[in-house]
Protein backbone atom coordinates (compact mmCIF):
# COMPACT_ATOMS: atom_id res chain seq x y z
CA UNK A 1 0.00 0.00 0.00
CA UNK A 2 1.13 3.17 -1.10
CA UNK A 3 2.10 5.49 1.86
CA UNK A 4 -0.08 9.04 2.29
CA UNK A 5 2.15 12.29 1.84
CA UNK A 6 1.49 16.10 2.21
CA UNK A 7 2.59 18.82 0.16
CA UNK A 8 1.18 22.61 -0.65
CA UNK A 9 -0.29 22.71 -4.16
CA UNK A 10 -2.70 24.53 -6.08
CA UNK A 11 -5.88 23.12 -6.62
CA UNK A 12 -8.48 24.32 -9.44
CA UNK A 13 -11.75 22.53 -8.32
CA UNK A 14 -14.32 22.65 -11.61
CA UNK A 15 -17.64 21.53 -12.82
CA UNK A 16 -20.67 21.55 -14.63
CA UNK A 17 -23.09 23.96 -13.56
CA UNK A 18 -26.83 22.07 -14.09
CA UNK A 19 -25.21 19.22 -15.09
CA UNK A 20 -28.55 17.17 -13.51
CA UNK A 21 -30.61 18.87 -16.32
CA UNK A 22 -28.32 18.63 -18.97
CA UNK A 23 -28.37 14.62 -18.09
CA UNK A 24 -31.95 14.61 -18.05
CA UNK A 25 -32.41 16.29 -21.20
CA UNK A 26 -29.88 14.50 -23.28
CA UNK A 27 -27.86 11.85 -21.10
CA UNK A 28 -25.63 10.80 -24.94
CA UNK A 29 -24.74 14.45 -25.85
CA UNK A 30 -24.07 15.33 -22.43
CA UNK A 31 -21.45 13.01 -21.83
CA UNK A 32 -20.21 12.58 -25.35
CA UNK A 33 -19.53 16.24 -24.81
CA UNK A 34 -17.47 15.80 -21.58
CA UNK A 35 -15.12 13.71 -22.85
CA UNK A 36 -14.95 16.30 -26.04
CA UNK A 37 -14.03 18.86 -23.55
CA UNK A 38 -11.50 16.94 -21.44
CA UNK A 39 -9.88 15.73 -24.84
CA UNK A 40 -9.55 18.93 -26.44
CA UNK A 41 -9.76 21.53 -23.86
CA UNK A 42 -8.70 20.85 -20.32
CA UNK A 43 -5.56 18.32 -20.95
CA UNK A 44 -3.65 20.40 -23.72
CA UNK A 45 -1.60 22.50 -22.20
CA UNK A 46 -1.41 21.09 -18.49
CA UNK A 47 2.07 19.84 -19.04
CA UNK A 48 2.98 23.32 -20.34
CA UNK A 49 2.22 25.23 -16.61
CA UNK A 50 2.91 21.60 -14.66
CA UNK A 51 -0.26 20.56 -13.99
CA UNK A 52 -2.22 17.52 -13.77
CA UNK A 53 -5.70 16.20 -13.53
CA UNK A 54 -6.00 14.44 -10.06
CA UNK A 55 -9.65 13.17 -8.86
CA UNK A 56 -12.17 13.03 -11.04
CA UNK A 57 -15.98 12.07 -10.71
CA UNK A 58 -18.99 12.39 -13.60
CA UNK A 59 -18.76 16.28 -14.28
CA UNK A 60 -15.97 17.38 -11.72
CA UNK A 61 -12.68 17.92 -12.06
CA UNK A 62 -9.88 18.95 -9.85
CA UNK A 63 -6.29 19.59 -11.10
CA UNK A 64 -3.23 20.27 -9.41
CA UNK A 65 -0.97 22.85 -9.93
CA UNK A 66 3.10 24.23 -8.30
CA UNK A 67 1.49 27.79 -8.19
CA UNK A 68 -1.35 30.07 -8.09
CA UNK A 69 -0.36 32.01 -11.31
CA UNK A 70 -0.04 28.92 -13.28
CA UNK A 71 -3.12 27.61 -12.16
CA UNK A 72 -5.21 30.96 -12.66
CA UNK A 73 -3.81 31.58 -16.50
CA UNK A 74 -4.71 27.89 -17.49
CA UNK A 75 -8.37 28.18 -15.99
CA UNK A 76 -9.09 31.82 -17.59
CA UNK A 77 -7.77 29.69 -20.78
CA UNK A 78 -9.53 27.08 -20.04
CA UNK A 79 -13.04 29.62 -19.99
CA UNK A 80 -11.89 31.53 -22.60
CA UNK A 81 -11.64 28.16 -25.20
CA UNK A 82 -15.22 26.61 -23.69
CA UNK A 83 -17.24 30.07 -24.27
CA UNK A 84 -15.86 29.70 -27.83
CA UNK A 85 -17.10 26.36 -28.16
CA UNK A 86 -20.20 26.91 -26.46
CA UNK A 87 -21.31 29.89 -28.79
CA UNK A 88 -22.62 27.63 -31.59
CA UNK A 89 -24.77 25.42 -29.09
CA UNK A 90 -28.45 26.45 -27.87
CA UNK A 91 -28.23 28.10 -24.15
CA UNK A 92 -30.05 24.73 -22.98
CA UNK A 93 -27.13 22.25 -24.39
CA UNK A 94 -24.27 24.51 -23.73
CA UNK A 95 -21.71 22.60 -20.76
CA UNK A 96 -20.74 25.73 -18.48
CA UNK A 97 -18.27 25.16 -15.75
CA UNK A 98 -17.55 26.56 -12.82
CA UNK A 99 -14.07 26.85 -10.87
CA UNK A 100 -12.28 27.72 -7.77
CA UNK A 101 -8.81 28.30 -6.78
CA UNK A 102 -7.31 27.52 -3.30
CA UNK A 103 -3.79 27.06 -2.43
CA UNK A 104 -3.64 24.83 0.64
CA UNK A 105 -2.38 21.37 2.26
CA UNK A 106 -3.41 18.66 0.79
CA UNK A 107 -2.71 14.70 0.96
CA UNK A 108 -1.72 12.45 -1.71
CA UNK A 109 -3.07 8.98 -1.97
CA UNK A 110 -1.75 7.35 -5.25
CA UNK A 111 -2.82 9.45 -7.82
CA UNK A 112 -5.79 11.26 -5.65
CA UNK A 113 -5.67 14.35 -3.56
CA UNK A 114 -7.88 14.83 -0.48
CA UNK A 115 -7.84 16.97 2.55
CA UNK A 116 -8.77 20.48 3.24
CA UNK A 117 -7.50 22.04 0.87
CA UNK A 118 -9.31 20.74 -1.81
CA UNK A 119 -12.39 20.85 0.52
CA UNK A 120 -12.02 24.79 0.28
CA UNK A 121 -11.03 24.51 -3.43
CA UNK A 122 -14.89 22.40 -3.99
CA UNK A 123 -16.57 24.99 -2.01
CA UNK A 124 -15.40 28.08 -3.63
CA UNK A 125 -16.28 26.46 -7.31
CA UNK A 126 -19.79 26.35 -5.89
CA UNK A 127 -19.79 30.25 -5.51
CA UNK A 128 -18.86 30.56 -8.89
CA UNK A 129 -21.40 31.51 -11.69
CA UNK A 130 -21.55 29.45 -14.79
CA UNK A 131 -18.06 31.01 -17.24
CA UNK A 132 -16.76 32.18 -13.96
CA UNK A 133 -13.90 31.77 -11.42
CA UNK A 134 -13.25 32.25 -7.87
CA UNK A 135 -10.39 32.14 -5.79
CA UNK A 136 -9.77 31.82 -2.09
CA UNK A 137 -7.74 34.56 -0.40
CA UNK A 138 -4.38 32.17 -0.11
CA UNK A 139 -4.35 31.94 -3.91
CA UNK A 140 -5.47 35.68 -4.57
CA UNK A 141 -1.98 36.61 -2.26
CA UNK A 142 -0.03 34.40 -4.64
CA UNK A 143 -1.45 35.90 -8.20
CA UNK A 144 -2.06 39.87 -6.95
CA UNK A 145 0.65 41.99 -7.79
CA UNK A 146 1.98 39.27 -10.43
CA UNK A 147 -0.69 39.12 -13.11
CA UNK A 148 -2.87 41.59 -14.82
CA UNK A 149 -6.02 40.47 -13.45
CA UNK A 150 -9.07 42.45 -12.02
CA UNK A 151 -10.52 40.90 -8.64
CA UNK A 152 -14.06 41.67 -5.97
CA UNK A 153 -13.28 40.77 -3.08
CA UNK A 154 -16.83 39.30 -2.35
CA UNK A 155 -15.84 39.67 1.80
CA UNK A 156 -16.20 36.28 4.25
CA UNK A 157 -18.26 33.44 3.31
CA UNK A 158 -19.56 30.87 5.30
CA UNK A 159 -19.37 27.52 3.36
CA UNK A 160 -20.34 23.93 4.25
CA UNK A 161 -18.35 22.05 6.41
CA UNK A 162 -15.74 23.86 6.54
CA UNK A 163 -15.23 25.15 10.08
CA UNK A 164 -13.94 29.00 9.38
CA UNK A 165 -15.22 31.81 7.19
CA UNK A 166 -13.51 31.66 3.83
CA UNK A 167 -12.73 35.20 1.92
CA UNK A 168 -13.36 34.60 -1.60
CA UNK A 169 -12.43 36.81 -4.88
CA UNK A 170 -14.21 36.64 -8.29
CA UNK A 171 -12.24 37.21 -11.54
CA UNK A 172 -13.77 40.05 -13.33
CA UNK A 173 -12.71 42.00 -16.51
CA UNK A 174 -10.70 45.67 -14.86
CA UNK A 175 -10.70 46.99 -18.43
CA UNK A 176 -14.69 46.69 -18.76
CA UNK A 177 -14.86 50.75 -18.45
CA UNK A 178 -12.58 50.96 -21.26
CA UNK A 179 -15.08 48.97 -23.10
CA UNK A 180 -14.76 45.62 -24.79
CA UNK A 181 -11.63 44.97 -26.44
CA UNK A 182 -10.75 42.33 -29.27
CA UNK A 183 -10.21 39.06 -27.91
CA UNK A 184 -7.85 36.48 -28.41
CA UNK A 185 -7.94 33.73 -30.54
CA UNK A 186 -8.84 30.03 -29.65
CA UNK A 187 -5.71 28.88 -27.30
CA UNK A 188 -5.46 25.86 -28.86
CA UNK A 189 -3.88 27.65 -32.38
CA UNK A 190 -2.14 30.23 -30.36
CA UNK A 191 -1.02 28.86 -27.61
CA UNK A 192 -1.27 30.40 -23.79
CA UNK A 193 -3.34 33.35 -23.76
CA UNK A 194 -2.04 36.61 -21.86
CA UNK A 195 -4.39 36.58 -18.71
CA UNK A 196 -5.24 40.63 -18.92
CA UNK A 197 -6.96 39.85 -22.41
CA UNK A 198 -8.37 36.37 -21.31
CA UNK A 199 -10.39 37.83 -18.65
CA UNK A 200 -12.62 39.74 -20.46
CA UNK A 201 -14.46 36.62 -21.42
CA UNK A 202 -15.19 36.10 -17.70
CA UNK A 203 -17.60 39.03 -17.30
CA UNK A 204 -19.41 41.91 -19.25
CA UNK A 205 -19.45 45.38 -18.62
CA UNK A 206 -21.69 45.03 -15.96
CA UNK A 207 -19.56 42.47 -13.75
CA UNK A 208 -19.73 45.19 -11.55
CA UNK A 209 -23.50 45.50 -11.08
CA UNK A 210 -23.98 41.92 -10.71
CA UNK A 211 -21.13 41.54 -8.32
CA UNK A 212 -23.27 44.39 -6.48
CA UNK A 213 -26.84 42.37 -6.45
CA UNK A 214 -24.93 38.91 -5.86
CA UNK A 215 -22.09 39.22 -3.29
CA UNK A 216 -22.94 36.70 -0.71
CA UNK A 217 -21.95 39.33 2.42
CA UNK A 218 -20.41 42.58 1.93
CA UNK A 219 -17.53 43.41 4.60
CA UNK A 220 -18.70 46.83 5.39
CA UNK A 221 -20.50 49.69 4.68
CA UNK A 222 -17.92 51.41 3.11
CA UNK A 223 -17.57 48.75 0.10
CA UNK A 224 -21.18 48.82 -0.20
CA UNK A 225 -21.45 52.51 -1.34
CA UNK A 226 -18.40 51.96 -3.52
CA UNK A 227 -20.16 49.20 -5.32
CA UNK A 228 -23.41 50.52 -5.20
CA UNK A 229 -21.54 53.52 -7.38
CA UNK A 230 -19.63 51.24 -10.00
CA UNK A 231 -23.13 50.05 -10.29
CA UNK A 232 -24.51 53.30 -10.94
CA UNK A 233 -24.73 52.44 -15.21
CA UNK A 234 -25.91 51.58 -17.35
CA UNK A 235 -29.94 51.41 -15.81
CA UNK A 236 -33.20 50.78 -17.23
CA UNK A 237 -36.56 51.20 -15.18
CA UNK A 238 -39.50 48.79 -16.94
CA UNK A 239 -42.45 51.17 -16.19
CA UNK A 240 -45.87 49.14 -14.98
CA UNK A 241 -47.59 48.41 -18.55
CA UNK A 242 -51.00 49.79 -18.96
CA UNK A 243 -53.98 47.52 -18.80
CA UNK A 244 -55.84 48.69 -21.73
CA UNK A 245 -58.34 45.67 -21.80
CA UNK A 246 -61.46 47.58 -20.08
CA UNK A 247 -61.46 44.90 -17.14
CA UNK A 248 -59.85 46.10 -13.72
CA UNK A 249 -59.59 42.19 -13.36
CA UNK A 250 -57.14 42.42 -15.75
CA UNK A 251 -54.71 44.15 -14.29
CA UNK A 252 -52.91 41.23 -13.02
CA UNK A 253 -52.04 40.27 -16.44
CA UNK A 254 -50.31 43.55 -17.14
CA UNK A 255 -48.42 43.73 -13.85
CA UNK A 256 -47.45 39.93 -14.76
CA UNK A 257 -45.76 40.98 -17.85
CA UNK A 258 -44.51 44.49 -16.48
CA UNK A 259 -42.57 42.42 -13.53
CA UNK A 260 -41.68 39.34 -16.44
CA UNK A 261 -40.40 41.57 -18.99
CA UNK A 262 -37.84 43.39 -16.06
CA UNK A 263 -37.00 39.40 -14.36
CA UNK A 264 -35.71 38.68 -18.12
CA UNK A 265 -33.84 42.28 -18.68
CA UNK A 266 -32.38 41.73 -14.99
CA UNK A 267 -30.85 38.61 -16.39
CA UNK A 268 -28.84 40.70 -19.17
CA UNK A 269 -25.00 41.01 -18.18
CA UNK A 270 -23.84 44.42 -18.03
CA UNK A 271 -27.68 46.32 -17.11
CA UNK A 272 -29.08 47.22 -13.79
CA UNK A 273 -32.51 47.44 -14.22
CA UNK A 274 -34.54 49.72 -11.03
CA UNK A 275 -36.40 48.37 -8.53
CA UNK A 276 -40.30 48.15 -9.60
CA UNK A 277 -40.80 50.41 -6.22
CA UNK A 278 -39.07 52.75 -7.84
CA UNK A 279 -40.96 53.19 -11.12
CA UNK A 280 -44.21 52.60 -9.99
CA UNK A 281 -43.47 56.48 -8.92
CA UNK A 282 -42.70 57.11 -12.55
CA UNK A 283 -45.52 58.11 -14.40
CA UNK A 284 -45.91 57.97 -18.15
CA UNK A 285 -47.90 60.82 -18.97
CA UNK A 286 -46.64 62.80 -16.23
CA UNK A 287 -44.46 65.70 -18.27
CA UNK A 288 -41.61 65.92 -15.51
CA UNK A 289 -41.01 61.93 -16.35
CA UNK A 290 -37.46 62.59 -17.91
CA UNK A 291 -36.41 65.01 -15.26
CA UNK A 292 -37.41 62.52 -12.44
CA UNK A 293 -35.65 59.88 -13.99
CA UNK A 294 -32.76 61.37 -14.23
CA UNK A 295 -32.49 62.62 -10.94
CA UNK A 296 -33.04 58.27 -10.29
CA UNK A 297 -29.92 58.00 -12.13
CA UNK A 298 -32.13 56.18 -14.65
CA UNK A 299 -30.57 56.04 -18.04
CA UNK A 300 -33.57 54.38 -20.11
CA UNK A 301 -37.43 53.99 -19.87
CA UNK A 302 -39.21 50.87 -21.23
CA UNK A 303 -42.88 52.02 -21.63
CA UNK A 304 -46.23 49.59 -22.63
CA UNK A 305 -49.33 48.75 -22.54
CA UNK A 306 -51.35 45.32 -22.47
CA UNK A 307 -54.70 44.44 -24.12
CA UNK A 308 -56.12 41.28 -24.51
CA UNK A 309 -59.31 40.17 -25.58
CA UNK A 310 -61.14 36.84 -27.53
CA UNK A 311 -57.93 35.03 -28.00
CA UNK A 312 -55.69 37.97 -29.11
CA UNK A 313 -53.32 39.75 -27.18
CA UNK A 314 -51.85 43.56 -28.64
CA UNK A 315 -48.88 44.82 -26.78
CA UNK A 316 -47.21 48.02 -27.54
CA UNK A 317 -43.78 48.95 -26.09
CA UNK A 318 -40.94 51.75 -26.30
CA UNK A 319 -37.52 52.43 -25.17
CA UNK A 320 -36.78 56.06 -24.13
CA UNK A 321 -33.55 58.12 -23.83
CA UNK A 322 -33.86 59.45 -20.21
CA UNK A 323 -30.98 62.15 -21.17
CA UNK A 324 -32.38 63.33 -24.70
CA UNK A 325 -36.25 62.46 -23.75
CA UNK A 326 -36.28 60.64 -27.15
CA UNK A 327 -38.28 57.92 -28.27
CA UNK A 328 -35.39 54.91 -29.43
CA UNK A 329 -37.73 52.58 -30.42
CA UNK A 330 -41.15 51.39 -30.30
CA UNK A 331 -43.04 48.53 -31.86
CA UNK A 332 -46.63 46.79 -31.64
CA UNK A 333 -46.93 43.46 -31.32
CA UNK A 334 -50.49 41.74 -32.08
CA UNK A 335 -50.70 38.03 -31.57
CA UNK A 336 -52.76 34.86 -30.73
CA UNK A 337 -52.96 35.00 -26.56
CA UNK A 338 -50.47 31.72 -26.94
CA UNK A 339 -47.38 33.65 -28.22
CA UNK A 340 -47.41 36.02 -24.88
CA UNK A 341 -43.85 34.36 -24.01
CA UNK A 342 -42.55 35.07 -27.62
CA UNK A 343 -43.37 38.88 -27.35
CA UNK A 344 -42.25 39.31 -24.15
CA UNK A 345 -38.99 37.44 -25.51
CA UNK A 346 -38.84 39.98 -28.97
CA UNK A 347 -39.59 43.24 -26.51
CA UNK A 348 -36.48 41.86 -24.42
CA UNK A 349 -34.40 41.07 -27.45
CA UNK A 350 -35.23 44.31 -29.06
CA UNK A 351 -34.34 46.20 -25.91
CA UNK A 352 -30.75 44.54 -25.70
CA UNK A 353 -30.38 45.31 -29.80
CA UNK A 354 -31.03 49.44 -28.84
CA UNK A 355 -28.78 49.19 -25.50
CA UNK A 356 -25.99 46.96 -27.74
CA UNK A 357 -26.01 49.93 -30.56
CA UNK A 358 -25.47 52.65 -27.99
CA UNK A 359 -22.90 51.14 -25.47
CA UNK A 360 -21.30 48.56 -27.62
CA UNK A 361 -22.62 45.59 -28.94
CA UNK A 362 -21.02 43.13 -27.13
CA UNK A 363 -21.65 44.67 -23.76
CA UNK A 364 -24.54 42.84 -23.15
CA UNK A 365 -25.43 38.82 -23.01
CA UNK A 366 -28.84 37.73 -22.63
CA UNK A 367 -29.95 34.75 -20.51
CA UNK A 368 -32.94 33.39 -21.55
CA UNK A 369 -35.20 32.55 -18.72
CA UNK A 370 -37.46 29.16 -19.25
CA UNK A 371 -41.41 29.87 -19.07
CA UNK A 372 -44.04 27.00 -19.00
CA UNK A 373 -44.86 26.76 -22.60
CA UNK A 374 -49.25 27.01 -21.48
CA UNK A 375 -50.43 30.19 -21.72
CA UNK A 376 -53.19 29.11 -19.62
CA UNK A 377 -50.76 27.54 -16.93
CA UNK A 378 -49.03 30.89 -16.89
CA UNK A 379 -52.23 32.68 -16.52
CA UNK A 380 -53.17 31.33 -13.42
CA UNK A 381 -49.46 31.33 -12.24
CA UNK A 382 -49.31 35.30 -12.62
CA UNK A 383 -53.04 35.44 -10.72
CA UNK A 384 -51.30 33.43 -7.87
CA UNK A 385 -48.36 35.60 -7.59
CA UNK A 386 -50.50 38.63 -7.74
CA UNK A 387 -52.52 36.96 -4.43
CA UNK A 388 -49.90 35.55 -2.18
CA UNK A 389 -49.85 39.31 -0.64
CA UNK A 390 -50.76 40.17 1.87
CA UNK A 391 -50.53 36.95 3.06
CA UNK A 392 -53.67 36.33 4.80
CA UNK A 393 -55.51 33.03 5.16
CA UNK A 394 -57.93 34.42 2.43
CA UNK A 395 -55.22 35.92 0.41
CA UNK A 396 -53.35 32.27 0.79
CA UNK A 397 -55.57 29.97 0.14
CA UNK A 398 -56.72 31.57 -3.26
CA UNK A 399 -53.01 31.97 -4.19
CA UNK A 400 -52.66 28.25 -3.17
CA UNK A 401 -55.10 27.06 -5.76
CA UNK A 402 -54.21 29.32 -8.73
CA UNK A 403 -50.18 27.86 -8.61
CA UNK A 404 -52.37 24.52 -8.31
CA UNK A 405 -53.79 24.69 -10.77
CA UNK A 406 -50.93 25.94 -13.36
CA UNK A 407 -48.85 23.05 -12.23
CA UNK A 408 -51.71 20.84 -13.28
CA UNK A 409 -51.97 22.07 -16.89
CA UNK A 410 -48.43 21.77 -16.79
CA UNK A 411 -46.21 19.25 -14.65
CA UNK A 412 -43.00 20.97 -15.24
CA UNK A 413 -43.63 24.34 -14.54
CA UNK A 414 -41.53 25.17 -11.54
CA UNK A 415 -42.81 28.31 -11.43
CA UNK A 416 -46.25 26.92 -10.50
CA UNK A 417 -44.33 24.52 -7.85
CA UNK A 418 -42.45 27.61 -6.14
CA UNK A 419 -45.68 29.44 -5.91
CA UNK A 420 -47.56 26.71 -4.57
CA UNK A 421 -44.57 25.73 -1.71
CA UNK A 422 -44.37 29.67 -0.91
CA UNK A 423 -48.23 29.97 -0.14
CA UNK A 424 -47.74 26.69 1.74
CA UNK A 425 -45.09 27.66 3.82
CA UNK A 426 -47.04 31.11 5.00
CA UNK A 427 -49.80 29.48 5.49
CA UNK A 428 -47.97 27.22 7.90
CA UNK A 429 -47.37 30.48 9.95
CA UNK A 430 -50.94 30.91 10.88
CA UNK A 431 -50.96 30.84 14.71
CA UNK A 432 -54.81 28.88 14.79
CA UNK A 433 -52.43 25.72 13.40
CA UNK A 434 -51.84 23.31 15.51
CA UNK A 435 -48.26 21.43 15.67
CA UNK A 436 -49.40 18.74 13.64
CA UNK A 437 -51.26 21.23 10.87
CA UNK A 438 -47.63 22.79 10.94
CA UNK A 439 -45.68 20.10 10.42
CA UNK A 440 -47.74 18.60 7.32
CA UNK A 441 -47.84 22.00 5.74
CA UNK A 442 -44.19 22.76 5.99
CA UNK A 443 -43.86 18.55 4.81
CA UNK A 444 -45.90 19.55 1.78
CA UNK A 445 -43.90 22.91 1.29
CA UNK A 446 -40.63 20.79 1.10
CA UNK A 447 -41.74 19.07 -1.42
CA UNK A 448 -43.57 21.88 -3.87
CA UNK A 449 -39.85 23.52 -3.09
CA UNK A 450 -37.41 20.67 -4.13
CA UNK A 451 -39.79 19.60 -7.17
CA UNK A 452 -39.08 23.64 -8.68
CA UNK A 453 -35.32 23.24 -7.58
CA UNK A 454 -35.26 19.97 -9.51
CA UNK A 455 -37.30 21.49 -12.40
CA UNK A 456 -35.72 23.77 -13.07
CA UNK A 457 -31.92 24.63 -10.78
CA UNK A 458 -31.82 28.24 -11.82
CA UNK A 459 -35.00 29.41 -10.91
CA UNK A 460 -34.82 31.65 -8.15
CA UNK A 461 -37.94 31.58 -6.62
CA UNK A 462 -37.92 27.52 -6.01
CA UNK A 463 -34.47 28.13 -4.00
CA UNK A 464 -35.81 30.77 -1.81
CA UNK A 465 -39.15 28.74 -0.98
CA UNK A 466 -36.91 25.77 -0.25
CA UNK A 467 -35.03 28.11 2.12
CA UNK A 468 -38.03 29.14 3.80
CA UNK A 469 -38.62 25.36 4.44
CA UNK A 470 -35.24 24.78 5.60
CA UNK A 471 -35.06 28.13 8.12
CA UNK A 472 -38.63 26.67 9.79
CA UNK A 473 -37.45 23.11 10.25
CA UNK A 474 -34.40 23.94 12.11
CA UNK A 475 -31.94 23.80 9.36
CA UNK A 476 -30.54 27.04 9.27
CA UNK A 477 -27.06 26.15 7.13
CA UNK A 478 -29.18 24.22 4.92
CA UNK A 479 -31.14 27.43 4.39
CA UNK A 480 -28.66 29.53 4.22
CA UNK A 481 -27.14 27.77 1.22
CA UNK A 482 -30.49 27.82 -0.39
CA UNK A 483 -31.30 31.73 -0.18
CA UNK A 484 -27.72 31.79 -1.56
CA UNK A 485 -29.02 30.16 -4.32
CA UNK A 486 -31.82 32.13 -5.19
CA UNK A 487 -29.72 35.66 -4.90
CA UNK A 488 -27.51 34.29 -7.50
CA UNK A 489 -30.08 33.49 -9.93
CA UNK A 490 -32.41 36.42 -9.06
CA UNK A 491 -30.14 38.87 -9.08
CA UNK A 492 -32.77 41.88 -8.99
CA UNK A 493 -35.08 40.35 -6.45
CA UNK A 494 -34.84 42.57 -3.29
CA UNK A 495 -37.11 40.96 -1.14
CA UNK A 496 -34.32 37.77 -1.13
CA UNK A 497 -31.45 40.19 -0.90
CA UNK A 498 -33.75 41.05 2.33
CA UNK A 499 -34.36 37.40 3.12
CA UNK A 500 -30.62 36.85 3.36
CA UNK A 501 -29.91 39.25 5.63
CA UNK A 502 -33.11 37.47 7.83
CA UNK A 503 -31.46 34.26 7.85
CA UNK A 504 -28.48 35.69 8.81
CA UNK A 505 -29.70 37.15 11.75
CA UNK A 506 -31.44 33.76 13.04
CA UNK A 507 -28.42 31.79 12.58
CA UNK A 508 -26.47 34.87 15.06
CA UNK A 509 -24.93 37.67 12.44
CA UNK A 510 -27.24 40.01 12.75
CA UNK A 511 -24.84 43.23 11.91
CA UNK A 512 -24.23 41.37 8.52
CA UNK A 513 -27.56 40.90 8.41
CA UNK A 514 -28.50 44.72 8.59
CA UNK A 515 -25.61 44.90 5.95
CA UNK A 516 -27.96 43.12 3.65
CA UNK A 517 -31.29 44.46 4.42
CA UNK A 518 -29.75 47.85 4.08
CA UNK A 519 -28.38 46.94 0.52
CA UNK A 520 -32.02 45.44 -0.61
CA UNK A 521 -33.57 48.82 1.00
CA UNK A 522 -31.64 50.71 -1.66
CA UNK A 523 -32.44 48.07 -4.55
CA UNK A 524 -36.61 48.91 -3.52
CA UNK A 525 -36.83 51.36 -0.51
CA UNK A 526 -40.61 50.68 -0.35
CA UNK A 527 -40.60 47.04 0.21
CA UNK A 528 -42.99 46.98 4.11
CA UNK A 529 -41.38 43.88 4.84
CA UNK A 530 -37.79 44.85 4.61
CA UNK A 531 -38.32 47.72 7.15
CA UNK A 532 -39.31 44.42 9.63
CA UNK A 533 -35.93 42.00 9.04
CA UNK A 534 -34.24 45.30 9.49
CA UNK A 535 -35.86 45.99 12.41
CA UNK A 536 -35.45 42.79 13.58
CA UNK A 537 -31.66 42.48 13.14
CA UNK A 538 -31.01 45.68 14.54
CA UNK A 539 -32.12 45.14 17.65
CA UNK A 540 -30.44 41.50 17.34
CA UNK A 541 -27.72 43.28 16.62
CA UNK A 542 -28.16 45.33 20.16
CA UNK A 543 -28.85 48.52 18.21
CA UNK A 544 -32.50 48.83 20.41
CA UNK A 545 -33.39 52.20 19.64
CA UNK A 546 -32.91 51.88 15.79
CA UNK A 547 -35.36 48.34 15.85
CA UNK A 548 -37.38 50.28 17.57
CA UNK A 549 -37.86 53.60 14.91
CA UNK A 550 -37.61 50.73 11.99
CA UNK A 551 -40.26 48.32 14.03
CA UNK A 552 -43.14 51.51 14.59
CA UNK A 553 -42.14 52.65 11.34
CA UNK A 554 -43.55 49.64 9.52
CA UNK A 555 -46.68 49.45 11.88
CA UNK A 556 -47.14 53.01 10.73
CA UNK A 557 -46.76 52.40 6.98
CA UNK A 558 -49.27 49.13 7.41
CA UNK A 559 -51.71 51.51 8.80
CA UNK A 560 -51.36 50.63 12.23
CA UNK A 561 -52.34 47.04 11.61
CA UNK A 562 -50.78 44.40 14.43
CA UNK A 563 -49.23 41.05 12.97
CA UNK A 564 -48.05 39.26 15.41
CA UNK A 565 -44.05 38.13 14.03
CA UNK A 566 -43.12 42.42 13.68
CA UNK A 567 -44.37 42.98 16.77
CA UNK A 568 -42.56 40.56 18.54
CA UNK A 569 -39.41 42.05 17.37
CA UNK A 570 -41.02 45.31 18.96
CA UNK A 571 -42.08 44.35 22.04
CA UNK A 572 -38.53 42.60 22.57
CA UNK A 573 -36.86 45.56 21.47
CA UNK A 574 -38.75 47.94 23.91
CA UNK A 575 -37.77 45.43 26.92
CA UNK A 576 -34.23 45.22 26.01
CA UNK A 577 -34.18 49.33 25.76
CA UNK A 578 -35.31 48.97 29.19
CA UNK A 579 -38.42 50.35 28.19
CA UNK A 580 -40.78 48.25 29.99
CA UNK A 581 -44.49 49.77 30.25
CA UNK A 582 -44.10 50.15 25.96
CA UNK A 583 -42.89 46.46 25.68
CA UNK A 584 -45.85 45.29 28.24
CA UNK A 585 -48.39 47.48 25.59
CA UNK A 586 -47.12 45.93 22.67
CA UNK A 587 -47.93 42.37 23.94
CA UNK A 588 -51.43 43.62 25.26
CA UNK A 589 -51.92 44.71 21.64
CA UNK A 590 -50.28 41.74 20.26
CA UNK A 591 -52.86 39.40 22.53
CA UNK A 592 -55.98 41.75 21.53
CA UNK A 593 -55.95 40.16 18.38
CA UNK A 594 -54.77 36.81 19.04
CA UNK A 595 -55.33 36.09 22.32
CA UNK A 596 -53.66 32.45 22.20
CA UNK A 597 -50.29 33.51 21.34
CA UNK A 598 -47.50 32.48 23.22
CA UNK A 599 -43.59 32.45 23.96
CA UNK A 600 -43.85 28.96 22.25
CA UNK A 601 -45.53 30.00 19.05
CA UNK A 602 -42.88 33.21 19.21
CA UNK A 603 -40.19 30.57 18.92
CA UNK A 604 -41.50 28.79 15.93
CA UNK A 605 -42.07 32.35 13.60
CA UNK A 606 -38.47 32.97 14.98
CA UNK A 607 -36.77 30.62 14.64
CA UNK A 608 -33.22 31.46 16.14
CA UNK A 609 -30.38 29.16 15.90
CA UNK A 610 -28.11 29.99 18.89
CA UNK A 611 -29.42 29.25 22.25
CA UNK A 612 -28.71 32.43 23.78
CA UNK A 613 -30.27 34.53 21.37
CA UNK A 614 -33.67 31.77 21.94
CA UNK A 615 -32.88 32.75 25.66
CA UNK A 616 -32.71 36.85 25.55
CA UNK A 617 -35.62 36.63 23.11
CA UNK A 618 -37.76 34.49 25.42
CA UNK A 619 -36.69 36.09 28.40
CA UNK A 620 -37.73 39.39 26.39
CA UNK A 621 -41.11 38.11 25.74
CA UNK A 622 -42.08 36.55 29.28
CA UNK A 623 -40.47 40.16 30.83
CA UNK A 624 -43.12 41.99 28.42
CA UNK A 625 -46.54 40.00 29.63
CA UNK A 626 -46.26 37.08 26.68
CA UNK A 627 -47.55 33.49 28.37
CA UNK A 628 -45.17 30.90 27.91
CA UNK A 629 -48.06 28.42 26.95
Not at 498 to 508: D, E
Request: proline share 5%.
Amino acid sequence: MQASKRRLVAIVAADVAGYSRLMSANEEATIADLRSHRAEVFEPGLAQLGGRIANTAGDSLLIEFPSAVDALKYSIAVQRDLAERNQSKPREERLEFRFGINVGDVVAEGDDLLGDGVNVAARIEGLANPGEICLSRSARDQVRDRLDVGLEDLGEVEVKNIQRPVRVFRVVDKNAAEGTKELPKKIRKTGWIPVAAAALVLVSIGAAAWWWFAQPIPPSSEQSEKVLASAAKPTIAVLPFANLSGEKSESYFSSGITEDIATDLSNVSGLLVTSSSTTKKLKLDDDDLVSQAAKLDIGHLVAGTVRRSDGNIRITAKLIDVKTGNQVWAERFDRKSEDIFAIQDEITGRVVEQLSAIFGAANFTRKKRGYTPNPLAYDYYLRGRAQRIPPTPENLKSAFANFNKAVEIDPKFAGGYAGAAFATVLAASDSTNGPSSVKEKLSQARQLAEKAVDLDPEFGPGWSSLAEVYLRTGQHDDGLEAIKKAIQFAPSDALMRANYGRFLGYIGRAPEGVEQVSIAMRMNPDGLPLLFFLGSNQRAAGKYQDAINSLTDHRKRLGGRILPAPTLQLAAAYWQAGQLDQAQQTVAALLGVVPSFTVSKAMKVHPYKSVEDQRIFKQALRKSGLPES
